[in-house]
């Protein structure tokens, strides 16, 4: 089942009060063929499409409760807020034993790191093939902003807030808009939070994942830093 027909099943004021960009929905299906091929997760189990469902609806709770903190009437879904699906993934796959060693929210998280990466490509530029010198490095700007600054992103800043916090990094709104000319306005900040999920993914950036918030920086500095699994 598809994100857009599940996306019909919420309630009306969910479906206006919580808008989630195409972008993010591709990453909460791909969520589910990970899933499938996971060596950590018991094929036995099946992944079904409730997995998605449920994911869909826990990004949509977050999205909402944003919403009621900060007093708005709608806000966009981040990829931060895919770590809100974590608990969905855990409810419906059975571990093996190796995925049992390694923990049940390390297991989903990691889930969701895969699929970004593996969306990435689709929609920028393949870091890997940059390496090999196939294609030219969009990224260097903002590696080199990231070598001098750090970006924290929290599950609660108003979409003011975030939008304004992804446009101070240079070079990133050039590479949304040189790979995602068509892209509507309102996607565009989530756009952008995707580049940087996707560089750190292929090791081009730091991160660090400390409850729901996510930290970009430097990384060599990062390496240094908690992870969500040691917080």
């Not at 571990?95 to 969701?112: D, F, I, P, R, T």
């Not at 699929?115 to 903002?142: L, N």
């Not at 900040?189 to 994942?209: C, D, K, R, T, Y």
């Not at 729901?212 to 920086?217: H, K, L, R």
Request: charged residues 25%; glycine residues 6%; proline residues 5%.
């Amino acid at each position: 089942m598809a994100i857009t027909d599940q996306e019909a099943r919420l309630a009306p004021n969910q479906r206006e009060r919580v808008v989630v960009p195409a972008m993010v929905r591709r990453i909460l299906e791909r969520i589910a063929f990970e899933a499938r091929e996971s060596e950590h997760i018991d094929e036995r189990s099946g992944v079904s499409a409730r997995l998605t469902i449920s994911a869909l609806e826990h990004l949509v709770a977050a999205c909402e409760l944003r919403t009621l903190r900060n007093g708005t009437a709608q806000t966009q879904a981040r990829l931060t807020d895919l770590l809100a699906v974590i608990p969905a993934v855990n409810g419906k796959v059975e571990l093996v034993y190796e995925g049992e060693q390694e923990g049940a929210a390390g297991v989903a998280l990691s889930l969701v790191r895969k699929a970004i990466r593996r969306e990435f490509p689709a929609v920028f530029p393949d870091p890997e093939s940059i390496k090999k010198g196939k294609v030219e490095d969009p990224y260097q700007p903002i590696v080199a902003w990231f070598n001098r600054h750090e970006l924290a992103l929290t599950k609660d800043q108003t979409d003011a807030e975030y939008s304004a916090a992804l446009a101070g990094i240079t070079g990133l709104q050039e590479v949304v808009s040189k790979y995602c000319p068509n892209l509507p306005d309102a996607e565009r900040p989530a756009a952008m939070e995707f580049v940087l999920h996707g560089m750190a993914a292929f090791n081009e950036i730091g991160q660090s994942i400390i409850g729901s918030d996510v930290t970009f920086g430097d990384l060599i500095g990062n390496l240094f830093e908690p992870d969500e699994d040691e917080a």
